[in-house]
């Protein structure tokens, strides 16, 4: 319900029906995949995301973890507390993507977003103390509010053929659920083998290779 009451919020000059109606449905599906392989920004920018994701999608569960160690009776509440930090910084980190992406720019924002990864990674490394470790988790409030606020914005752009744009939305979340599945499975290999750090540790030279891999989108 609350969904449905956000979509019919937004105003009906905004929605861009020129633009909706021009867009006509092609003849032939064959060259989907010619399309999205042609397009080398968009592999880029998935490849980046895929190793974004990797790094990222253990890091609230690992968190949890790591205090519940030392809090059992509350592992339930630590776990919610630590997706709740998280959320609260969301919302203003995609109301500020909305005012100021086409002033600032898409690239500069996504690139300050994938760059608070790597460096949250080695935060959670530098203290144990559950405050602190909830204070870092909410910095994931800042990488994935924004993140995830651009990400359209970005995939639009890259997409001239705007009939293809839900084709290219459709392949970069299924690339993007891919890599968080992989992610908890490697990330708690490592703590298996080494402990926590180490994960952190991969998880911070992980997300350093996506920014930097990011940096080679046109």
């Known amino acids: 319900l609350a969904a449905a009451a956000a979509v019919l919020s937004i105003p009906r000059d905004i929605v861009g029906q020129e633009l909706a109606e021009e867009v006509k449905p092609k003849a032939k599906g064959g060259a989907a995949l010619k399309v999205l392989l042609g397009n ?3 592999l880029v920018f998935a490849a ?15 968190v949890a973890q790591k205090i519940s160690l030392a809090h059992e009776n509350w592992s339930a509440a630590i776990t919610s507390t ?11 980190m995609a109301i500020m993507v ?4 086409d002033g600032w720019g898409r690239k500069p924002i996504i690139l300050f977003a994938f760059a608070m990864l790597p460096v949250r990674a080695l935060l959670y490394t530098v203290s144990d103390d559950a405050i602190w470790l909830f204070a870092v988790q909410s910095l994931e409030g800042v990488s994935t509010g924004l993140y995830s606020a651009i990400k359209p914005l970005m995939i639009a752009d890259f997409m001239e053929d705007k009939s293809r744009y839900n084709l290219a ?13 992989l992610s908890n499975v ?9 402990g926590f750090t180490a994960a952190f540790l991969v998880s911070s030279a992980i997300g350093t290779a996506a920014a930097l891999l990011l940096t080679r989108m046109a």
Do not use: E
């Open 82 to 92: 630590t997706i709740i930090a998280a959320q609260v910084v969301m919302l203003p």
């Open 186 to 194: 490697l990330a708690g290999s490592i703590v298996d083998l080494s």
């Open 98 to 101: 909305g005012r100021f992406a």
């Open 169 to 181: 939305s459709g392949a970069i979340a299924t690339i993007q659920g891919v890599a968080i599945a």
């Open 48 to 62: 980046s995301i895929f190793l974004f994701q990797l790094a990222n999608g253990p890091m609230a569960s690992l």
């Open 40 to 42: 080398r920004p968009l």
